[in-house]
């Protein structure tokens, strides 16, 4: 099993960081430091006996020493295009913070104002945004960001004759409204 074989690493890992020599811990511990070492390497088979007491002492858990290893950190999701948008989801699916890359083309006329539930968070990649927020009318440079209730009236689209490029971070309330049609990505 895996798992098993990190555990030796990990609680090596956990006594260096708090800079504990083996003999530091195994004095600790009440075992001998050729016991830590070898459990350390693998050579000695990890029991509850050894490791409660020794995790305890480093302040961990045991669910730390075997835990799975991280998946692939890589967010590999299809681009959305909803109303001329184009959307890159820059977090996996099911993550607490939901990321998005938006593009926004080019318009003659803005967005109609819109108001639904939850918060946006936007910064300015590359273009210029406007940002129509009740009777403001903003228009925001890369470098730029902004923060706002969507209770408030709003809109957004690109100004001049170049897409505006945007990170957008919202709550589970925002992602339904700008991302989901009906329940359904799209």
Not at 40 to 47: H, I, L, P, V, Y
Not at 68 to 93: C, F, G, K
Not at 108 to 119: D, K, Q, T
Not at 165 to 177: A, E, H, K, P, T
Request: aromatic share 4%.
């Amino acid at each position: 099993m895996e798992e098993l074989e990190r555990i030796g690493p990990r609680l090596r890992a956990a006594r260096q960081e708090r800079g504990w020599t083996l003999d530091d811990l195994a004095a600790r511990a009440r075992i001998s430091a050729s016991t830590l070492s070898r459990l350390e390497s693998g050579k000695r088979q990890a029991s509850l006996e050894l490791l409660v007491p020794i995790t305890r002492l480093l302040g961990i858990r045991l669910d730390d020493l075997v835990r799975p290893e991280s998946p692939d950190p890589r967010v590999r999701r299809p681009v959305i295009r909803r109303d001329e948008l184009l959307i890159q989801p820059l977090a996996p699916e099911g993550a607490p913070i939901h990321t998005y890359k938006i593009t926004y083309p080019p318009v003659r006329r803005p967005p109609e104002l819109r108001v639904h539930e939850g918060y946006e968070w936007i910064y300015v990649l590359t273009g210029k945004l406007r940002l129509r927020l009740g009777e403001r009318d903003l228009v925001l440079t890369r470098g730029e960001a902004a923060e706002f209730d969507t209770r408030t009236p709003h809109s957004m689209s690109a100004v001049g004759s170049r897409p505006a490029q945007v990170l957008s971070i919202f709550n589970d309330d925002g992602i339904r409204m700008h991302i989901h049609t009906d329940g359904s990505a799209g």
